[in-house]
């Protein structure tokens, strides 16, 4: 079985900044895709950032320019740091960890922008 949780949540001025964190465990040796995704109030779930085991990045275009994925590896840990954030990137963020085909998910965690 495979656990995959998120951290670094919470509540931000609009401008800020926040570090969201996700780790895997459990039966996963290593994870060849992690990626970032979020679900804002009344929206579908859409995909933030992707990282490749190569290292190999890709953006929403909300993202661009103000969002950084970055991984450890070995570890199956991946960071976003969100900066510049603005009240539209309210939203749930989820980790997706992929091992041979397969998706785990995390629970999320709430990301609020709001003065």
């Known amino acids: 079985q495979v656990q995959v949780v998120e951290s670094g949540g919470g509540l931000v001025q609009p401008g800020g900044s926040l570090r969201l964190f996700c780790a895997a465990s459990?039966?996963?040796?290593?994870?060849?895709?992690m990626a970032w995704y979020r679900q804002g109030p009344g929206k579908e779930r859409e995909l933030v950032a992707p990282?490749?085991?190569?290292?190999?990045?890709n953006y929403a275009d909300s993202a661009k320019g103000r969002f950084t994925i970055s991984r450890e590896y070995g570890k199956n840990t991946v960071y976003l740091q969100m900066n510049s954030l603005k009240a539209e990137d309210t939203a749930v963020y989820y980790c997706?960890?992929?091992?041979?085909?397969?998706?785990?998910w995390g629970k999320g965690t709430m990301v609020t922008v709001s003065s």
């Open positions: 459990g039966r996963i040796f290593r994870a060849t895709t």
């Open positions: 997706k960890c992929v091992q041979s085909g397969v998706n785990y």
């Open positions: 990282i490749s085991l190569s290292g190999s990045t």
